[in-house]
């Protein structure tokens, strides 16, 4: 099987974690686990114009991004990194319905 079929397979962060063999505290990935395969997803984006072809070095890189996601959330979290557009969002918008454009 191929890294890319491998990764393919993976569902979960614990799953990514657990396929790289990195080490990770539970409980934050509980909490962050969403948060953290989007920061992993973000990273490799920007990584991906710089990815090597080869398969072991890849792995590498992508051990190296995982690992740094999920860092991101051991030392922060969700709403102060604002991986999420709900979280970078301003103040809440409130707008004005005059009770005449409401129909029933």
């Known amino acids: 099987m191929s890294f890319e079929e491998e990764m393919e397979e993976l569902e979960s962060a614990e ?3 657990q396929y790289f063999q990195l080490e990770y505290e539970p409980s934050v990935v509980h909490v962050n ?7 992993f997803h973000d990273y490799l984006q920007k990584a991906a114009d710089e990815m090597p072809e080869d398969e072991t070095v890849k792995r590498a890189v992508y051990s ?14 969700a709403q102060t990194e604002k991986v999420f557009k709900v979280f970078s969002m301003g103040e809440p918008q409130t707008a004005f319905v ?3 454009d409401i129909k029933t």
Request: net charge neutral.
């Open 15 to 17: 799953d990514f974690l």
């Open 33 to 39: 686990r969403l948060h953290i395969l989007q920061r």
């Open 64 to 77: 190296k991004l995982l690992l740094r996601a999920y860092q991101d959330f051991v030392e922060s979290d």
């Open 98 to 100: 005059s009770l005449g």
